[in-house]
């Protein structure tokens, strides 16, 4: 079964840091570019960050560059998000998801960034 | 950067009666490989979301067939032939071509009347 599982999602003061973490199991991960999606609470989804399969490639949104970091782990088929200087228009579900036409998606982790 | 717009970002349906989601592109979504990557996706209440059509009107697997999308350039259309009360959730297209960022549609909300 195709299958992502995202962690490490928690309350983070602004200005905190937190890193995302998304398993991957029953496709070839190292084959595939990876993204994450978030959405804000009541509102629609917008594409975070996106890495190629050798993590040559990275794209992020505008409103996260120089903040957030996507890496990969291919040997642990896991992918990350190192999230610094948190806003609190951060305050998200983040979802990773296959890139290719998105076509598989976790069930998302939430983060709270609130004093 | 390419903005999705869809319409109606409301639709009140009745079970057993169509409906239908207009999403529209700033512009056009035909690739220089010839393809056009607009998918849509439906997230039911408290759930992920889940890609229903891919490439304008490929349905993915277990995906009912009452769901079709067609359209191109800029102009894409969803429809549901017959809505279930199991339809009920948010509707959302995106496009794949121009990239990055990827950008989704703000979404429509379909209910049952």
């Given at each position: 079964e195709v299958q992502l599982v995202e962690s490490g999602g928690g309350l983070v003061q602004p200005g905190g840091s937190l890193r995302l973490s998304c398993a991957a199991s029953g496709f070839t991960f190292n084959s595939s570019w990876m993204s994450w999606v978030r959405q804000a609470p009541g509102k629609g989804?917008?594409?975070?960050?996106?890495i190629k399969q050798d993590g040559s490639e990275k794209y992020y949104v505008d409103s996260v560059k120089g903040r957030f970091t996507i890496s990969r782990d291919n040997a642990k088929n896991s992918l990350y998000l190192?999230?610094?200087?948190?806003?609190?228009e951060d305050t998200a579900m983040y979802y990773c998801a296959r890139t290719k036409g998105m076509d598989v998606w976790g069930q998302g982790t939430t983060v709270t960034v609130s004093s | 950067d390419v903005v999705m717009t869809q319409s109606p970002l409301s639709l009140p349906v009745t079970l057993g009666q169509p409906a239908s989601i207009s999403c529209r592109s700033s512009q056009s979504l035909v690739s220089s490989d010839g393809n056009t990557y607009l998918n849509w996706f439906q997230q039911r209440p408290g759930q992920s979301p889940r890609r229903l059509i891919y490439k304008v009107s490929n349905r993915d697997s277990g995906v009912p067939g009452r769901f079709s999308g067609s359209g191109s350039g800029t102009d894409f259309t969803l429809k549901i032939s017959r809505v279930e009360a199991e339809d009920v959730g948010v509707y959302y297209?995106?496009?794949?071509?121009?990239w990055p960022p990827w950008t989704f549609g703000q979404?429509?909300?379909?209910?049952?009347k």
């Open positions: 989804l917008e594409w975070v960050a996106n190192q999230m610094n200087s948190l806003r609190a | 297209c995106m496009q794949g071509t121009h979404g429509t909300k379909v209910e049952i």
